[in-house]
């Protein structure tokens, strides 16, 4: 909304940085501020003329909320929009990347089925570790925008092909070679190190900070936990 003075008029400006500084000094000015926060007006406005979709919008207003009970300036909505145009195609990377992976994967488990029973390391290591991809890409699906039934749909098709793969390989894929084999285990492998590398880790240390190493020597130590158990 603009106005127009009908005669001489004197302004004063608040700067961003200045409004921060008196948050910091004015509990009853932070207490009625993280009020308008969670009004409904905030949430529309975000939505409606900033564009966000909910659970960014959701997620600006929390953060700005944490900041200012620890007396962190607010970070200005373009800051979301920045880390959306940033890491635009991280999510569906990392799809493609369980994609490329879990193809020759899927055969190697299908055909090591044909000679014994899967063991508890491999399945749990299956588990915690395509577990928390598939749930940051998405997460991430969700931020961009995409359609709940969309994100729904990628997983549901990627889950029916490596368990149509997984069949097929008990089939036609238990008498080959150890070349072919060591080969197909090669490729899954190179997939992940490239998806991890150029895309999860990148993503993680944006939005995690420092924590993701801690977390991926915990993960790491957790495979191998797992390995004992054989």
């Not at 406005?45 to 200012?68: C, F, G, H, M, V």
């Not at 577990?131 to 729904?152: D, N, V």
Request: charged share 15%.
């Amino acid at each position: 909304m603009s106005t127009v003075a009908s005669e001489e008029t004197v302004g004063w400006v608040l700067r961003k940085q200045d409004f921060d500084a008196l948050l910091t000094v004015l509990p009853v000015l932070k207490e009625q501020f993280k009020l308008f926060l969670q009004g409904t007006d905030v949430l529309c406005y975000l939505q409606e003329r900033q564009q966000l979709n909910p659970d960014s919008a959701e997620k600006w207003i929390s953060r700005a909320t944490k900041n200012i009970n620890v007396n962190k300036p607010v970070l200005p909505v373009s800051r979301i929009h920045f880390d959306i145009s940033e890491h635009k195609g991280a999510p569906l990377g990392i799809w493609l990347g369980l994609m490329l992976d879990g193809i020759p994967e899927a055969l190697v488990i299908g055909a090591g089925t044909a000679h014994s029973a899967l063991s508890f390391s491999l399945l749990a290591g299956l588990f915690f570790s395509n577990y928390p991809e598939a749930l940051s890409s998405s997460s991430g699906m969700r931020q961009q925008g995409m359609k709940f039934s969309t994100i729904l749909l990628m997983w549901t098709v990627l889950m029916l092909m490596t368990g149509l793969l997984s069949a097929l390989g008990s089939i036609y894929f238990a008498g080959v070679s150890n070349a072919v084999f060591a080969f197909t285990q090669g490729v899954a492998a190179g997939a992940m190190l490239t998806m991890i590398a150029q895309t999860m880790l990148p993503e993680a240390y944006i939005k995690g900070g420092e924590v993701v190493g801690f977390s991926t020597l915990l993960g790491f130590l957790t495979a191998i936990f797992f390995k004992t158990l054989e």
